[in-house]
């Protein structure tokens, strides 16, 4: 298989993996007594939900409750994954694409690994893995951009 039609393989899968993921952000996620609660629903009306909020406080010593590192890693990965989605698609088998689902697939490992509020996530754990996947698929794209192709004799 030549090195462009794989990488151009890889662009779909990765694509339809980011819009899982983006799509995994509008679901359930947070479970109190009185509500459930996405993440998006969430990150874009915290007013409107303050049980989860004080769920975030008793369960976390206040000095790791920061609100920024709630909304700006899912923001950031869902910019990220929106634009490689778009890229993906029209610019199959570059290597901007690749580049970007890499950024998509970082930020998002970084979120479900290194915040224990999304720890607290009902399903945190598929969110965390098709994160992985993105991230891998996406450096294995980046690796094949970069070995030369054999030329032909």
Not at 17 to 25: A, C, S, Y
Not at 36 to 44: A, K, Q, R
Not at 140 to 147: K, M
């Amino acid at each position: 298989m030549k090195k462009e039609n794989l990488v151009k393989y890889i662009s779909f899968a990765l694509a339809v993996l980011i819009l899982g993921l983006l799509v995994m952000q509008f679901l359930p996620f947070w479970t109190t007594e009185k509500e459930t609660v996405s993440m998006n629903e969430y990150l874009w009306m915290p007013n409107e939900h303050k049980s989860v909020t004080k769920l975030f406080e008793a369960e976390l010593d206040d000095k790791k409750f920061d609100p920024i590192k709630i909304v700006l890693w899912p923001v950031l990965t869902l910019v990220l994954g929106v634009a490689g989605i778009v890229l993906c698609i029209l610019k199959r088998g570059e290597f901007l694409p690749c580049l970007m689902t890499v950024l998509c697939g970082a930020t998002g490992v970084l979120t479900y690994f290194t915040n224990p509020v999304y720890q607290m996530g009902a399903n945190w754990q598929l969110h965390a893995a098709v994160a992985a996947v993105v991230l891998v698929a996406g450096l294995v794209s980046v690796v094949i951009h970069l070995i030369p192709e054999k030329k032909a004799k």
